[in-house]
């Protein structure tokens, strides 16, 4: 076993009356994964804001290649070797994928910049992650979550760190760049880097991890290496309890149809002609590639995106135009692009679950000035918001339980459809148990929620029934049991509507 | 609960207090320099009030559109516009009930311009708003006909030159009666903020626009009203300014979206949106009228008063900055 590269010690921080770290021991080995994990505000990102000097800490030590260290910010924290991969996405949308990835490291001669040579490197790094395709000019606005991601990673690789940090990358990385990524992840390890690698996926940690850490309420409650624990271990350490239900089942029956989209076609193409029928009382999942237009189809339900042609119906009728006619309609959404779209990360818990519905909180256009706070206050409850009460700024809260404030508000508008973008991304287990709960709960009273996700397995665990999504186009529609993993992604990745047999014979046919 | 609460009261006190601090530096300085203090005496107070009126109300204007994420630049001469306005339909006969409803309404109609055009063509404020600021000074100078327009003496009524004449006779409680309106503006403006619904949604729009859209806030008819509220504020601005000129004249207002902005922001608006607040905002006003009055009592110059000025805009801000840093 290799002496740690990294250690910290006693690392200590507060924030006002929150403990976000309580004298934190970890330490990272060179050439080894090291799976740093813990529920939603357990204090992983403010532990790694202290390693990449984005944080000061109020008390520890930390000692890196035996001297010690001790960055005073986040650049050299950057020159001593640590490289950060935040969870919230920390790149300019503006500019290119270029300049994003030169952002402080311009090749120049005598003050002009120098294109080619950074082309060259910029073009060298995506290469490594797969990405070499891309067209380093496009501005980095104008790329998917996912593939904005992979900027944020190429730009760790090209500072060559010898310490690189994973805040959950994967969370918005589809499958085959996930496998990308841990490709990388390995050259960088086989290179003698220490990686730390922040995750709530237990499966994707047992994949990519040596070692691992444990934070609970800002202590570390326990560390060693994997193959020595069990999941059931793992999970109970993190939440201090046993987890009894991963998906609970809350029992409920659909009927009829309640959303009713029909040849629905976005001005830009995507989606292509989808058609779809989600009744009350149902889960429905949309599975399928990022790019596919999962997130464009459920935009255009919403009335977020401009439509071509096609018509969405709730309830037989048309709904009010745009995302204010559809709020009125009953129609609710979380965005996946929490910090950009979903929240006011300035404003407070009680402002944002509120402000979709304001009219039981006002009378002729008076705000009853205590109820948002009341409202919140129970929403806060009943979604397990771990805050310090309603009027704690948004931004202040760890990135899970920035999603379930964003979560809430469709409680709050009491919608009767809710249209979910990736609402599981970034949340630990518990709070993923609970929003499984919660989604059911909602089609037991007769609600329609349409759950896009890029983490099939909980599709197929808690829909009814599951799209899948290729190309634009909503390919095939389907009972949750009737679906595989296998038969999935193959009509995913635009093999046409693959069947259970078809994939059975395929296999047979390959291994004979 | 207690150390949020506490450190909200730091956030909003940290203006007043640097107007304490700068109030005190000006007392002791002028009192070293001649004895006596002239600065801090019921006189000098009243005279500041005086001088800051128009900016005062325009700054409540302001405070809403900053706090909406927009900026006007036009503020200036919309507020000189909204005075030749005044002064032209006294001088044609109107009565001054007219007339003042006249200015307070095209200021309100140029706001809603600005909102107009910013909501409908998607062009960011400043730009909208730096073109619509020539616009408003060439409207002012065919209203004015390229003069100043003075209405005779008995086309003004008295009370509207009181409005903010520190003559013993016209004081209401102490101060010029514009101060008292200035504090019901400011209440009602507190209130729109604070506890209506459009208050909500303005600061959502300040916020964070795709949130506010998301959540079925109609964001362009809500900033045509941000801005529409802000002129009408404009508008009242100028029937301040007309008072104490007892004119119009179409450049009376040229650079004074400057100081109406740094007041806002010195109490804590902030140009990125969603920040900013009607108490913050007066005691940025009251600052701005202190380095005027302060400076002018010490004899500083016009051009040392305006470097003064910039380095509390620029101390302002990174205070303000630094606060948000330390965070928690
Ligand atoms: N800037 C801040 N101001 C106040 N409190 C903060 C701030 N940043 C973090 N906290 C608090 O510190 C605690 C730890 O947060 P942290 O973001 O480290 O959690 P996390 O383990 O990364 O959670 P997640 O899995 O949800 O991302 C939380 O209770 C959070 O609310
Ligand atoms: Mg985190």
């Known amino acids: ?512 | 609960m207690k150390w949020a609460s506490f450190r909200s009261a730091l956030t909003t006190a940290g203006p007043a207090l640097a107007l304490i601090g700068i109030i005190a530096g000006f007392a002791f300085f002028d009192w070293q320099q001649d004895g006596e203090s002239t600065f801090l005496t019921v006189r000098n107070l009243r005279v500041m009030v005086q001088d800051v009126l128009p900016v005062a109300v325009a700054a409540l204007g302001m405070t809403v559109i900053i706090a909406a994420g927009g900026i006007d630049l036009s503020a200036g001469t919309m507020l000189a516009l909204c005075a030749v306005v005044l002064a032209a339909s006294l001088k044609a006969g109107c009565s001054a009930g007219t007339a003042m409803l006249l200015a307070v309404a095209c200021g309100a109609a140029c706001g809603a311009l600005n909102g107009v055009l910013i909501a409908s063509l998607g062009v960011v404020p400043f730009v909208v708003t730096l073109g619509t600021l020539g616009a408003f000074e060439g409207a002012a100078k065919i209203v004015a006909e390229e003069t100043t327009v003075r209405p005779g003496r008995d086309a003004i009524p008295s009370w509207l030159g009181r409005l903010t004449s520190i003559q013993n006779d016209s004081l209401v409680l102490g101060l010029p009666g514009g101060a008292w309106v200035l504090l019901g503006l400011a209440i009602a403006v507190a209130v729109v903020l604070r506890l209506t619904v459009f208050g909500r949604h303005l600061f959502a729009i300040g916020s964070n626009e795709k949130t506010a859209r998301l959540c079925g806030v109609s964001v362009g008819r809500t900033k045509v009203l941000v801005y529409a509220l802000g002129g009408l504020l404009t508008g009242a601005a100028g029937v301040m300014q007309f008072s104490q000129l007892n004119a119009g004249s179409p450049t009376s207002g040229l650079g004074m979206e400057l100081q109406v902005i740094a007041a806002v922001v010195i109490g804590g608006g902030s140009l990125s949106g969603g920040r900013g607040g009607v108490f913050g905002t007066l005691t940025g006003v009251a600052i701005v009228a202190a380095i005027e009055s302060g400076g002018f009592q010490l004899g500083w110059s016009n051009p040392v008063q305006q470097i003064a000025l910039g380095a509390i805009i620029v101390a302002a801000v990174a205070a303000d900055r630094a606060r948000a840093r330390s965070g928690g």
């Open chain 1, 1 to 512: 076993m290799p002496a740690p590269l990294l250690t910290m010690h006693g690392v200590s921080k507060r924030y006002g009356p929150t403990v976000a770290l309580d004298g934190v021991d970890v330490a990272a080995k060179p050439g080894r994964v090291l799976a740093l994990i813990g529920e939603n505000g357990a204090g992983k990102s403010t532990l790694m804001k202290v390693l990449a000097g984005a944080v000061r800490p109020d008390a520890g030590t930390m000692t890196f290649a035996d001297s010690p260290y001790a960055p005073n910010g986040p650049t050299a924290a950057r020159a001593a070797g640590v490289a950060m991969i935040y969870q919230e996405l920390n790149l300019a949308p503006d500019l290119s994928v270029e300049d994003n990835l030169m952002l402080g490291r311009e090749r120049s001669t005598f003050g002009l910049l120098s294109r080619t040579e950074q082309r060259r490197r910029c073009r060298a790094a995506l290469e490594k992650l797969g990405h070499g395709s891309l067209d380093v000019r496009t501005p980095v606005g104008r790329l998917p979550v996912g593939t904005r991601q992979v900027v944020e990673i190429a730009r760790a690789v090209l500072d060559e760190a010898r310490v690189v940090v994973f805040d959950e990358p994967t969370s918005s990385l589809p499958r085959k760049e996930a496998e990308a990524l841990f490709a990388v992840i390995r050259t960088l390890t086989a290179e003698g880097a220490a990686v730390i690698y922040i995750s709530h996926f237990l499966e994707e940690v047992r994949a990519i991890c040596d070692d691992y850490a444990v934070l609970r309420d800002g202590r570390a409650v326990g560390s060693g290496e994997l193959k020595d624990v069990t999941e059931p271990q793992l999970v109970s350490l993190m939440v201090g309890r046993e987890v009894d239900e991963l998906f609970p089942q809350v029992p409920h029956t659909p009927g009829e149809p309640l959303l009713t989209i029909d040849a629905l076609t976005g001005a830009d193409g995507t989606p292509r002609g989808a058609s779809l029928e989600v009744r009350r009382g149902e889960i429905l999942g949309v599975s399928g590639l990022i790019g596919a237009g999962r997130t464009e189809l459920v935009r255009a339900i919403y009335g977020l995106d401009a439509v071509r042609s096609g018509t969405v119906r709730v309830n037989a009728s048309p709904p009010g135009a745009g995302p204010r006619g559809r709020v009125r309609s009953g129609i609710g959404f979380v965005s996946e692009d929490r910090a950009g779209e979903g929240l006011m990360l300035n404003r407070t818990i009680a402002e944002n679950a509120t402000l979709g519905r304001l009219s039981p909180l006002s009378r002729g256009g008076f705000l009853n000035p205590a109820a948002p706070n009341a409202a919140a206050e129970g929403l806060i409850r009943r979604l397990g918001v771990k805050a310090r009460g309603p009027r704690q700024t948004v931004g202040e809260l760890s990135g899970g339980n920035q999603q379930k404030v964003a979560v809430s508000r469709v409680l709050h508008q009491q919608n009767d459809v809710w249209l979910l973008d990736e609402p599981t991304r970034g949340i630990d287990v518990g709070a993923k148990s609970d929003l499984y709960r919660l989604m059911g709960e909602a089609a037991a009273e007769g609600k329609a929620v349409l759950f896009v996700s890029s983490y099939l397995p909980e599709l197929l665990a808690v829909c009814d029934r599951v799209a899948v999504m290729s190309r634009g186009e909503l390919v095939a529609v389907r009972d949750a049991d009737q679906w595989t993993a296998e038969t999935a992604m193959a009509t995913a990745i635009g093999a046409g509507d693959v069947s259970p047999e078809q994939t059975a014979q395929k296999t047979a046919g390959e291994t004979s």
